[in-house]
């Protein structure tokens, strides 16, 4: 798909790009927030092509297979095989197939939903956090502003090891953002 079908389809559906991208796009890991609709992979992926941000996201790898393995795979979907590996026989955890990810690529943006599902949650998944930390990569806060019809990174926090202050910072940037569905996005209530 080219930058120009993918800016098209955006325009197309009312939405426009915050031009302000930050440099550590490149490389890191992608908070995708509000998450409250089936619409969000769509808008995010298409503004992030337009972007140019080598956008990956994780999923499991039962679904690389034939006849969705392709579509998802162009879209950016990375299958993970949690099975247990050889030489340990130890199952790795996500955090740590994302972690090893960030270090093996110099140009990745993994995208995360740190809510997980696109109904309510007050508690957010952190791995995405201990992902970057372990990588000594930074946290991008990408965001669709459905109120606005716009869609952009918001600035890079890099992680300090201090979770508490850096997810004050994290949810301070999403607390004005607006999901398809606000009344489904909830903080993370541990960090307000």
Same mark, same amino acid.
């Given at each position: ?24 796009? $490149? ?26 941000? &080598? ?40 955090? $740590? ?6 270090? $093996? ?76 569905? &606000? ?10």
């Amino acid at each position: 798909m080219g930058k120009r079908l993918a800016n098209f389809l955006l325009r197309l559906s009312g939405w426009t790009m915050n031009p302000n991208i930050p440099e550590e796009v $490149q490389h890191c890991v992608i908070i995708a927030a509000p998450h409250t609709s089936n619409w969000d992979i769509y808008f995010a992926r298409l503004g992030f092509y337009v972007m140019n941000v &080598p956008l990956k996201f994780t999923i499991k790898q039962e679904w690389m297979r034939f006849p969705l393995g392709p579509v998802i795979r162009f879209f950016g979907g990375l299958g993970i095989d949690r099975r247990p590996r050889e030489a340990t026989g130890e199952r790795p955890s996500y955090t $740590q197939i994302m972690t090893e990810l960030l270090q $093996q690529n110099d140009r990745i943006a993994i995208m995360v939903t740190p809510e997980g599902t696109r109904s309510k949650r007050t508690r957010w998944r952190t791995g995405f956090y201990y992902a970057a930390l372990n990588a000594g990569a930074p946290i991008c806060l990408g965001y669709l502003d459905y109120k606005k019809k716009e869609a952009g990174v918001g600035g890079a926090v890099y992680p300090t090891g201090d979770i508490e202050t850096d997810m004050k910072k994290i949810l301070d940037f999403y607390r004005h953002i607006n999901g398809k569905y &606000p009344e489904q996005f909830a903080l993370d209530e541990r960090y307000e």
